[in-house]
């Protein structure tokens, strides 16, 4: 098994390019909840995922990495979802769409790099998510 262990420095600037990346454009970033199947790629175009809903990042996104640790401000939540289905992923975008990052999707402790304590989201109903944090 290999070990690799970061110097909390390195990490915070290897963190510092992903908030940047959010933050880019004239607004604020977003987070788009999708159903299966989650895309291979950023890259890769929507095509049969359903968008369940977006929630929106304050701008800036967060603070200075810190500890290996990038912490998101407040995120804005959706008071409305676009459709019902189970979240599987969400892609979080810059302000004009350009995708930063791709996340899997789980409910609290199920591992997945976003957590949320219900992945089934109902048409009409709130989306929301208490933090964000990406740490190396």
């Given at each position: 098994?290999?070990?690799?262990?970061?110097?909390?420095?390195?990490?915070?600037s290897m963190l510092t390019p992903i908030?940047?990346?959010?933050?880019?454009?004239?607004?604020?970033?977003?987070?788009?909840?999708?159903?299966?199947?989650?895309?291979?790629?950023?890259?890769?175009?929507?095509?049969?995922?359903?968008?369940?809903?977006?929630?929106?990042?304050?701008?800036?996104?967060?603070?200075?990495?810190?500890?290996?640790?990038?912490?998101?401000?407040?995120?804005?939540?959706d008071s409305s979802a676009d459709a019902?289905?189970?979240?599987?992923?969400?892609?979080?975008?810059?302000?004009?769409?350009?995708?930063?990052?791709?996340?899997?999707?789980?409910?609290?402790?199920?591992?997945?790099?976003?957590?949320?304590?219900?992945?089934?989201?109902?048409?009409?109903?709130?989306?929301?998510?208490?933090?964000?944090?990406?740490?190396?």
């Amino acid at each position: 098994m290999a070990i690799v262990r970061i110097a909390t420095p390195l990490k915070n600037s290897m963190l510092t390019p992903i908030r940047d990346a959010i933050d880019a454009g004239s607004g604020a970033g977003t987070i788009k909840i999708y159903t299966s199947p989650m895309a291979t790629l950023p890259s890769d175009a929507i095509s049969t995922q359903t968008l369940l809903g977006t929630l929106t990042f304050s701008d800036p996104s967060g603070a200075t990495p810190s500890g290996g640790v990038f912490t998101a401000s407040a995120i804005t939540q959706d008071s409305s979802a676009d459709a019902t289905g189970t979240a599987v992923w969400a892609r979080i975008a810059d302000s004009a769409g350009v995708t930063v990052m791709d996340v899997d999707i789980t409910s609290t402790g199920g591992g997945g790099a976003m957590q949320m304590n219900t992945t089934s989201i109902v048409i009409g109903g709130p989306i929301s998510i208490s933090a964000l944090t990406v740490t190396l």
